[in-house]
């Protein structure tokens, strides 16, 4: 079954070489499986049909049934095309055709019953529909889409070779009848029954063709919860190997700096969350292995507290600390911030940025070399060769997807052994 849906999509009826190319090029589809995972956007109600007296130029989508009659051109340049006029029992609409004129004369003979599907519009006081897609009438019963039709995203280039998302459609339904097992499962079969999960085979089927909006609602669910599953485990995966590989400092205590600033200087008690989230921190500091850890929350909500009683437990065990903000204004605040809830208890606080003067730099310098500085705050300048810690053990980094990779880990670097991280964001 995995050989069948890797085959190259030039073998699937209805594709061949050239559209394969376009296929590939426009929108990455090289494969069956390619082309089974290429998901609707959203869905059209095929079940409502307008009488072509109640076409209205403000109306999206709309679909009539009626009668084709003969072929003849208009305008000049450029400006030329095909038209026919439709007609139901209450009016007539034009047609119209820029593109593909032969292949349309060709294909609906006029006296014949058609479907016609489209948006209207008006040209010269006249409703029109431009490039509209149509169906024989006789052939809609038979047709594998359900009266709920998908809609595929598709290219200009693509609809100027014909590939239109009608034709995605029918591509999807020839693919399904060729399928004739039933698509392995790749959940856990306890997952998929404790969660109440479509399976794979009815969730791909069900999310091109359904019958129903209850059938879209529980495919999409089940491919979502698919995809976030498995991203889910590579992210456990690559938390357990980072443990295994980088070990952490042991902050075994809390001590004289924590409990003073607890019981003296912090002037209300923290929320459940905040204690909840320092729980774990603590937990983490304490086991030997390095933390990796994101803190979010709202403006104001108490990040800044959080991370200065992180700060506080490195210092009573020996180390120095570290915030990394992204502005200049930003790390002052943090600095202002910081400094007043510290009042008294004894903590070198000092704050680095790019406008630092030189003389700053050289004693910020000296201070973290002789580890007389306990915390240092700045911007991109903590990251700078020249600026080297004696015992860094903890790094906060404020508003982390405002650097780059590179510059977090340039900052991890400052230590001999990767330093406890903790990164504070208030965008979910």
């Known amino acids: 079954m995995q050989d069948f849906l890797e085959s190259n999509i030039t073998y699937l009826t209805g594709v061949g070489p050239r559209r394969a190319e376009s296929l590939s090029k426009e929108l990455n589809i090289n494969t069956f499986r390619d082309l089974l995972y290429y998901f609707p956007y959203k869905y059209i109600d095929r079940t409502r049909f307008y009488s072509i007296a109640e076409l209205d130029p403000d109306l999206p989508l709309v679909q009539i049934k009626g009668f084709l009659k003969g072929y003849y051109t208009e305008g000049q340049g450029k400006g030329k095309r095909l038209v026919a006029d439709f007609y139901d029992e209450t009016g007539t609409i034009k047609l119209v055709w820029f593109k593909g004129t032969k292949w349309i004369m060709g294909s609906y003979l006029p006296g014949m019953e058609y479907i016609v599907f489209g948006k209207p519009g008006v040209f010269n006081g006249i409703v029109n529909i431009i ?45 399904l009848k060729l399928i004739k097992f039933r698509i392995p499962e790749t959940l856990p079969g306890y997952i998929v029954s404790g969660y109440h999960l479509m399976d794979l085979h009815d969730a791909l089927q069900k999310i091109h063709f359904p019958s129903n909006p209850p059938e879209i609602e529980k495919s999409r669910y089940r491919l979502k919860f698919e995809e976030l599953f498995y991203i889910q485990l590579n992210l456990l995966r690559f938390k357990t190997n980072r443990t295994r590989k980088y070990k952490g400092f042991v902050f075994s205590s809390v001590g004289n700096f924590f409990n003073t600033f607890y019981y003296n200087n912090l002037a209300f008690s923290l929320t459940e969350a905040q204690k909840k989230v320092m729980k774990e921190i603590r937990r983490d500091l304490g086991s030997g292995k390095q933390m990796n850890r994101l803190l979010q929350g709202d403006v104001g909500s108490g990040k800044t507290l959080v991370a200065l009683m992180s700060m506080l437990i490195a210092i009573d065990n020996g180390y120095q600390a570290c915030l990394m903000a992204p502005t200049e204004i930003l790390a002052s605040q943090h600095y202002e911030t910081i400094c007043k809830m510290l009042e008294g208890i004894g903590i070198n606080v000092s704050i680095l940025t790019g406008s630092s003067k ?71």
């Not at 897609?133 to 809609?151: D, F, G, H, N, Y």
């Not at 306990?374 to 903590?382: K, V």
């Not at 810690?389 to 001999?416: M, T």
């Open 358 to 428: 030189r003389s700053m730099r050289k004693t910020i310098n000296e201070s973290l070399k002789d580890s007389s500085l306990n915390i240092l705050i700045g911007t991109h300048a903590l990251i700078e060769e020249n600026v080297v810690f004696s015992n860094l053990g903890l790094v906060i980094i404020d508003e982390q997807h405002r650097f780059g990779v590179a510059q977090r880990a340039r900052l991890w670097e400052k230590s001999l052994n990767p330093p406890h991280v903790l990164v504070m964001t208030a965008t979910p």
């Open 131 to 175: 490039h509209p897609e149509i169906e024989a009438s006789e052939k809609a019963s038979q047709r594998i889409t359900s009266a709920l039709q998908a809609q595929y995203n598709t290219t200009e280039k693509l609809k100027n070779q014909f590939i239109t998302s009608k034709t995605i459609s029918k591509l999807i339904g020839t693919l």
